[in-house]
């Protein structure tokens, strides 16, 4: 390809709007542009770089068993109906009616359809198991789209459905399709922790990230040193402890608390830690009932455990007059009497004389105690783990932070229970449901995820399996005609080139080279011709060299078969 010609040149300028490493570069070196907020053109190069990351996503598949297909992207709202996803995903359903008053939803993920498309068929014990895939496009309504391709609006995904006899079935391909993940992720660069997660909107019992560890990524988990364990933070599973079990429970006492309503003005207060505090929350579910949810003050309320909690109830934070409805004071509220359902986390047991509000503006009560003073309707994990806690087995959990690039997902007969006729005939006659998994990689987000692991002050170092090209080629000065030749004896060898033919100063093909980020870059001039050579430079390299002209095709393959 001429750079000349290609659609999509660099740019020096790019908006302030614009935070994020890969964003930048990839807007700057002219992969991407925006068409609006989080819709993105691929340009030429971006494209290139896109296939070659489904390539390598479709050979794994491949290798590992799996059939590729794919879906509509309409897909018939009365499928998500049937489920009782309509109204009840992660992301806001967008919706589209046809002419003749059809009602479909833009497909945000595709357990539906592919149950759908399988239940069409006579499937007995015989056909099972099966994988099969698809690479399509997505729509998820995202409130905040932002950080260019890794957080958007519409988006490819490789998604796959396997369909089981049974859970020791499904057990063997989950694992499989966990090692084709890591072998994705080697090929494409990226080092990913495989981390327990949650299944959310998708349904089943659990799920597992593959997440790069990045400082700009969303995925919060915890893992110990040998990453035994390793978990989201939505999921995490964490010692509490006991503060002070040597202490003698006291008695109950009211009195006057000239405080703020916060765990740090009572902190100021009493001038004891945040753990002697009962922090309690009061919100109201989507049929409006109230629920009151207590832990300890040190610790933060895990909403996601929270929607489990409620079997999937939406909720919202009360507000002053539903508090003071319901017989207390926002920032005084106690667990002690108020008449409603009331959620309890576990740390409520680790704690002899909490000190909590009154229900009353400006008192507090002290020395309480679980157990003897109050209980909850249940207690249970709803706590978010805190920097510096411990596994369960008493192990030191540290903090990471990371961009999920890819989900695999246990389903059971999530859907099969849901959907009618999705079941199999099994061995001895009957109709049995699917047990099912599902697995997820987003390739736009993998692209820019690549771009944050792989960059340096001056653009991308893209690895070479997806590399744009796999040269790029420079002439500078005189040299057109010897140029043409270097670039038609590459092309005839198979060799993917970028030929900068453009009439620049040589800094400007230089420095654009560096900014688009091909593993390789090829200089010829005047100066490298009087030795019948040209100059190699590697971009992940500081140093050029010169080499043989007669002898570039064969290095530049060996390079590439390192």
């Given at each position: 390809m001429r750079y000349s010609k290609l659609f999509g040149k660099t740019v020096k300028e790019v908006s302030s709007e614009i935070k994020l490493v890969s964003h930048r570069f990839l807007y700057q070196a002219g992969f991407i542009r925006e068409s609006v907020a989080g819709r993105y053109f691929f340009l030429p190069l971006g494209i290139r770089v896109r296939d070659k990351i489904m390539r390598v996503i479709e050979e794994e598949m491949n290798a590992a068993g799996a059939q590729k297909m794919v879906t509509p992207v309409l897909h018939p709202l009365e499928l998500w109906q049937e489920t009782n996803r309509a109204e009840s995903v992660g992301f806001e359903l967008m919706t589209i009616e046809d002419q003749?008053?059809?009602?479909?939803?833009?497909?945000?993920?595709?357990?539906?359809?592919?149950?759908?498309?399988?239940?069409?068929?006579?499937?007995?014990?015989?056909?099972?198991?099966?994988?099969?895939?698809?690479?399509?496009?997505?729509?998820?309504?995202?409130?905040?789209?932002?950080?260019?391709?890794?957080?958007?609006?519409?988006?490819?995904?490789?998604?796959?459905?396997?369909?089981?006899?049974?859970?020791?079935?499904?057990?063997?391909?989950?694992?499989?399709?966990?090692?084709?993940?890591?072998?994705?992720?080697?090929?494409?660069?990226?080092?990913?922790?495989?981390?327990?997660?949650?299944?959310?909107?998708?349904?089943?019992?659990?799920?597992?990230?593959?997440?790069?560890?990045?400082?700009?990524?969303?995925?919060?988990?915890l893992m110990t040193k040998d990453r035994s364990y390793a978990a989201h933070e939505e999921v995490a599973k964490f010692e509490r402890g006991d503060m002070n079990p040597d202490e003698k429970e006291l008695p109950l006492e009211v009195k006057d608390a000239p405080r703020g309503p916060t765990i740090a003005d009572g902190v100021k207060l009493y001038d004891q830690p945040a753990w002697r505090q009962i922090k309690t929350i009061v919100f109201f579910t989507n049929d409006e009932e109230p629920v009151l949810v207590c832990l300890r003050g040190d610790l933060d309320i895990c909403e996601v455990k929270l929607g489990h909690i409620l079997k999937g109830k939406k909720f919202r934070s009360a507000t002053r007059e539903e508090v003071e409805k319901l017989g207390s004071v926002?920032?005084?509220?106690?667990?002690?009497?108020?008449?409603?359902?009331?959620?309890?986390?576990?740390?409520?047991?680790?704690?002899?004389?909490?000190?909590?509000?009154?229900?009353?503006?400006?008192?507090?009560?002290?020395?309480?105690?679980?157990?003897?003073d109050f209980e909850m309707d249940e207690l249970v994990d709803v706590a978010l783990p805190p920097a510096g806690c411990k596994s369960e087995d008493g192990q030191d959990l540290s903090e990471g932070r990371g961009i999920e690039v890819g989900n695999i997902f246990q389903l059971g007969t999530?859907?099969?229970?849901?959907?009618?006729?999705?079941?199999?005939?099994?061995?001895?006659?009957?109709?049995?449901?699917?047990?099912?998994?599902?697995?997820?990689?987003?390739?736009?987000?993998?692209?820019?995820?690549?771009?944050?692991?792989?960059?340096?002050?001056?653009?991308?170092l893209w690895p070479k399996a997806i590399a744009p090209y796999q040269v790029y080629l420079i002439s500078i000065g005189d040299v057109a005609e010897e140029a043409e030749k270097l670039y038609e004896k590459m092309l005839s060898e198979g060799i993917e080139v970028l030929y900068d033919d453009r009439e620049e100063r040589p800094g400007v093909k230089l420095n654009d080279a560096d900014l688009i980020g091909i593993p390789l870059r090829l200089v010829i001039s005047s100066r490298t011709l009087e030795k019948d050579a040209v100059e190699w430079k590697e971009r992940s390299e500081a140093e050029a060299k010169e080499v043989k002209m007669a002898d570039v095709v064969k290095l530049i393959k060996d390079y590439y078969l390192k």
């Open positions: 003749r008053g059809g009602k479909f939803a833009l497909g945000g993920t595709a357990e539906e359809m592919m149950v759908d498309v399988v239940r069409k068929f006579n499937v007995s014990y015989r056909d099972l198991p099966f994988n099969i895939y698809q690479f399509s496009q997505k729509f998820r309504d995202e409130l905040r789209a932002r950080g260019g391709l890794l957080r958007v609006r519409e988006f490819m995904m490789k998604d796959a459905y396997s369909f089981h006899t049974d859970e020791k079935d499904f057990a063997s391909e989950y694992e499989s399709m966990g090692d084709a993940y890591s072998r994705i992720f080697e090929r494409l660069g990226l080092s990913t922790v495989r981390i327990e997660s949650d299944n959310g909107y998708i349904g089943g019992d659990y799920c597992h990230e593959y997440v790069v560890e990045s400082p700009v990524g969303e995925s919060r988990f926002v920032g005084f509220v106690s667990p002690l009497k108020l008449k409603c359902k009331k959620i309890g986390d576990l740390s409520l047991k680790t704690v002899k004389n909490f000190y909590t509000g009154a229900d009353e503006d400006k008192k507090d009560t002290l020395n309480v105690n679980y157990g003897r999530h859907y099969s229970d849901k959907m009618a006729r999705a079941v199999f005939t099994d061995s001895d006659g009957k109709d049995k449901p699917f047990y099912m998994g599902c697995y997820g990689i987003g390739v736009g987000r993998t692209m820019g995820t690549v771009v944050e692991v792989f960059n340096d002050e001056k653009g991308i």
